[in-house]
Structures are given as structure tokens and as C-alpha cells.
């Protein structure tokens, strides 16, 4: 990690811009991130983002963006559309409401050929004044798909990748930024670390770190979509480090890091919790994880591994499950089983799945 900020310094690259790309799901990428690290575009975005949350990089707000709620791509088509039906077929319509019976219709069905007259289609009186014997409320609209008549479109959203409807509110806000070289950037290359003069970052050997809840939930998100597409689950390990001390948390880290598959992924709050994702994980493997960690504790403190309290969760994507409310119910579950279980070591395995 720290190399790339050396890079930046001896190569004198002052800014890292994004550069817009139609054909990727974000739409923007980072080309210096993707050449140094080798990774794909969305990982460029992570990565600057923890750069910027070490304070190891400034950024300025360049762009926002919509995704997909469904596909996460931002080709997010915004469209007005029948509040009934969500059809975006509708037109104009002069609507006449006529006071004497109540009825209310296109302007259309009032016309009569024959007198030039207008003929309630309901009680068949004469319109004559306006006013008086009729209005026309403010501008209509007539849905041809429903044939309802309202007056206020809804705005809605539709994704040409995907071919996803539904509200506006649903796509997702993602800002884009542009990041700048900044004044901890040079000490941190030259100490090798990220924490030079104690910004507050847990860091563990050389150039490994574990991600922070707010990266960990958009890494949760992306996996989840992926769940959700190829019908598998996830795996969630959670457990409090607070008894452990920084030397014991330090090796726990690297252990972690040592038995982990690639796709796992390893964070910790800013309360010391560590949740560990493990995609497409059986419970034989969740477990495996779970005894090995409790073991390597258990182990270094010669002693049970005691106040240390593990819950372990398998998340099967549902329906219309907000993933932004996933990470809430995985801290919520381990909550309260945390104070049920009155601080002891425990384990627990729950599924969620959300009708
Ligand atoms: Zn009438
Ligand atoms: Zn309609
Ligand atoms: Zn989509």
C-alpha cells in the first residue's frame, strides 16, 4: 500500500483523477491505481478511499453519480411514470370536472359532434359556462396503459443495463472524487507507516490493514449482489478484540490474514469488533474459521479464550432486502446475544432471510 504513496512522490504525480468509462459498472476508474496494484476498476475506488481515510490522501468531490439498486451499474435512466401503474405511457390530458353530478373526465368525452355542444357523458346535461357549470382542474395526465388520470407524475428509475424499475429513491448515491498527494504523505512513505504520528490507525505488519466498517459494507454490498444473482450465501464472523491487547490483536490479524481464502475480507470498527465475510462459505468452513481463531487465542493467552465473543452468521440474500440494513442485523443479532449471554464465549449460527 505504502508504495504506491512513494510512487506518487518520486514519480511527482500530485493528483490521482478519475477518468469516465461508459462501459464500466461505476463508470469511472482511476488508471494510475488499476496500473500499480493490478486490480479491476471498483477495487481502485476502495483502495483510494482507505488511502483517503488514513489521512494519507486528500480528495475534492468531482461527481455523484446513481447506481443500480440491482446491478450496480450507473446507466440509471430517471423517467416520469404513472403513479399506478409505473407506465411511462402518458399524455397530456384537458380533464373537465363538472359540478353538477360530480363527474370527472377528458375533455374527449364531453364533445359532441353533432351540437358542437358540451354533453356530460354521465348525466347527459349541457355544459355551457365555465366556472359555473364546470371546471378544468390544473394541467392532467391520462396513463394509456391504466387509463388512470392524475396530476402528478412519479419519478422513477430505470436501469439499461439491467433493465431494472423502480423508484428514484432506490438508485444508489456514489460520489466520485478526485484525490491529491497531502501533507502526511511524504511521512508516511518515509516511516513506512500509517501511522506516523498516531492518527488513530490500527495497522499490523507492514502494509496490512484491515478494512474499516464503511469500506466493509460496500465490499458486503458487492458481495451480496453476487449472492443474490448466483443463489449462494455469506458467512459473517464477528468478534470482539477489546480483551486482547495490541500485541495479541496484531497476531490475530496476521493469523487471520494467514488462513483466510482470497475472497475473505477482514474488518474491524472503531469499537474493536472484527467481522470477518467469507463468500460462499459453507458452515463447515465458517466454523473451521471460528475454532481456528478461538484456538490461535486460546493458545497465545495459555488460557481459554474467555470475553471473547464470537457470533457467526450465514445471510441469504431475500427479496427487497436493503443490503444497507444487512450489516445493522448482523451488529443488532450480535447485540443481543452478546447480553444474553452475560459476556461469556459463545456461539452462535443464525440465518436471515427476509421475505
Ligand atoms: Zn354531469
Ligand atoms: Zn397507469
Ligand atoms: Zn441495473
Excluded at 459473517?236 to 475472497?263: H, Q
Excluded at 467481522?275 to 484456538?295: G, N, Q, S
Aim: aromatic share 12%; charged share 25%.
Amino acid at each position: 500500500m505504502i508504495e504506491f504513496l512513494g510512487h506518487l512522490l518520486s514519480e511527482n504525480i500530485p493528483e490521482i483523477a478519475p477518468v469516465y468509462d461508459s462501459k464500466l459498472s461505476i463508470g469511472y476508474y482511476y488508471p494510475a491505481v488499476n496500473l500499480f496494484f493490478a486490480v479491476d476498476s471498483k477495487d481502485g475506488h476502495i483502495i483510494l478511499l482507505r488511502f483517503f481515510e488514513h489521512q494519507a490522501l486528500d480528495r475534492k468531490l468531482i461527481n455523484r453519480i446513481h447506481l443500480c439498486p440491482k446491478c450496480l451499474y450507473h446507466t440509471v435512466n430517471f423517467q416520469e411514470q404513472c403513479p399506478k401503474c409505473s407506465s411511462i405511457d402518458f399524455k397530456n390530458s384537458d380533464v373537465i370536472h363538472h359540478f353538477n353530478c360530480g363527474y370527472v373526465g377528458e375533455m374527449s368525452e364531453f364533445l359532441n359532434e353533432a351540437t358542437t355542444q358540451m354533453i356530460c357523458p354521465k348525466c347527459g346535461k349541457v355544459l355551457r359556462h365555465i366556472g359555473m357549470d364546470y371546471d378544468k382542474p390544473a394541467q392532467m395526465h391520462k396513463c394509456n396503459s391504466c387509463k388512470y388520470i392524475f396530476n402528478e407524475s412519479k419519478v422513477g428509475m430505470q436501469c439499461f443495463h439491467c433493465n431494472y424499475i423502480g423508484d428514484a429513491e432506490d438508485a444508489k448515491d456514489y460520489d466520485i472524487y478526485s484525490y491529491t498527494v497531502n501533507k502526511n504523505t511524504a511521512r508516511i512513505v518515509e516511516r513506512k507507516s500509517f501511522d506516523p504520528s498516531g492518527l488513530g490507525i490500527r495497522t499490523t505488519k507492514e502494509g496490512f490493514m484491515c478494512y474499516n466498517k464503511q469500506a466493509f459494507s460496500f465490499i458486503l454490498w458487492q458481495k451480496y449482489l453476487e449472492a443474490e444473482e448466483f443463489g449462494d450465501s455469506i458467512s459473517v464472523i464477528m468478534f470482539n478484540t477489546d480483551m486482547l491487547g495490541n500485541e495479541l490483536l496484531r497476531s490475530t490479524i496476521e493469523y487471520i490474514a494467514e488462513i483466510k481464502r482470497t475472497p475473505d475480507t477482514v474488518s474491524m470498527d472503531e469499537t474493536g469488533r472484527m467481522l470477518i465475510m467469507l463468500p460462499r462459505a459453507t458452515d463447515t468452513m465458517m466454523m473451521e474459521m471460528v475454532t481456528k481463531i478461538k484456538e490461535f487465542i486460546s493458545r497465545k493467552l495459555k488460557s481459554d479464550s474467555a470475553h471473547v465473543f464470537f457470533h457467526a452468521e450465514i445471510i441469504k440474500p431475500g427479496k427487497h432486502l436493503k443490503v444497507a440494513n444487512i450489516l445493522d442485523m448482523i451488529y443488532q443479532s450480535y447485540d443481543k446475544h452478546y447480553a444474553e449471554s452475560s459476556g461469556e464465549s459463545v456461539f452462535h449460527e443464525e440465518t436471515f432471510e427476509e421475505k
